[in-house]
């Protein structure tokens, strides 16, 4: 489903997310740049069915090396950015992204690697575990379930049992140990996520029981109505339905903490976003639309750009990259 598409099926919903807040009697502004995060490309060994940002193998976008030169600039003049979040795809795929990671470990930096783990035992990655380590990255991964069935279902035949094994190659070099290593979770289907502690409870029992492996945390994330998902809705004719369930469980105490109030998120193309969701929907922040042209107090004091995919980050405990907000 093409962009202008998918902002058309967006706006069609009759309950407007910035009318919403609006009504909370709240402007969406930004509050701090504590994270970084850089989408450095397209391409994934995966392609999962409700990825939001439509990658997969046949995907060539890649962030160039001076994109990343520009990044790397920026991060190193402003001592207030905590976290550096490298996303894309399989964002191990971009050439340049050792380079990205031996960079960052020199300054003093969270350095967090979105692993979809099973990059891990492709070829050419085999020391790439071992390359995490050494740098102290946090890994993030994302696994639909502890039970194979699952997991197989929304990323494909096999993934469960890699994701396994590659989970027991982490636990070997110290993650889930000494080093971060965390989970995200989000639902199978039209529901939104359960209770994380909870959830961390079960993943935690299922994995190291059945399968030997530990991890540190679990994050609870809803699934946003953008790409693969938004366009599976429409298909089975769930649009209407899903969006409801998520207007429905509105809850404006997840607001302060949207993590579009406290990022950046730059595209492999240097373009500057308010968060991941927006850049995969290409509405640029206002008003520094790229990484040329960053200003840190133009950014810091900007209004963020809503639309209606936003009640997915408001909706129950509230989603972002971390998890839950309230």
């Not at 964002?91 to 003093?108: A, C, D, Q, W």
């Not at 960053?294 to 750009?305: H, K, P, T, V």
Request: glycine share 8%; hydrophobic share 35%.
């Amino acid at each position: 489903m093409l962009v202008k598409e998918q902002l058309s099926v967006l706006e069609s919903f009759p309950h407007s997310f910035e009318k919403r807040v609006w009504q909370e009697g709240q402007t969406i502004t930004g509050l701090s740049v504590a994270t970084f995060q850089m989408n450095i490309g397209k391409w994934c060994n995966q392609a999962c069915k409700h990825c939001h940002v439509d990658a997969s193998p046949i995907r060539t976008e890649l962030m160039s090396l001076e994109t990343i030169d520009l990044c790397l600039e920026i991060i190193r003049k402003h001592p207030n950015i905590q976290i550096v979040d490298i996303t894309g795809g399989a964002p191990e795929g971009n050439p340049h992204f050792r380079y990205l990671v031996t960079e960052l470990s020199k300054l003093n930096v969270e350095i967090i690697d979105r692993c979809n783990l099973t990059i891990l035992l492709e070829s050419g990655y085999e020391d790439l575990a071992e390359f995490l380590a050494e740098k102290k990255v946090s890994i993030y991964s994302s696994l639909p379930f502890y039970s194979k069935s699952f997991t197989d279902k929304q990323r494909g035949d096999g993934v469960f049992e890699k994701s396994i094994q590659a989970m027991k190659l982490l636990n070997r070099f110290g993650y889930g140990k000494d080093l971060p290593f965390h989970l995200v979770y989000n639902p199978v289907g039209l529901f939104l996520s359960g209770d994380q502690n909870s959830l961390e409870k079960e993943f935690k029992e299922h994995l190291s029981t059945e399968y030997g492996v530990f991890f540190h945390n679990l994050f609870a994330i809803n699934n946003l109505p953008i790409n693969r998902f938004l366009a599976a809705l429409v298909k089975n004719g769930k649009y209407l339905q899903y969006m409801e369930t998520l207007s429905q469980a509105f809850n404006p105490n997840t607001l302060n903490g949207l993590m579009c109030r406290h990022q950046i998120s730059v595209g492999y193309d240097g373009t500057v976003y308010d968060c991941d969701f927006n850049q995969m929907l290409e509405l640029p922040s206002r008003p520094v639309k790229t990484i040329k042209d960053f200003d840190w107090d133009l950014f810091l004091n900007r209004e963020i750009r809503l639309a209606n995919h936003c009640y997915g980050c408001t909706a129950g405990a509230g989603s972002s990259c971390g998890g839950a907000l309230a």
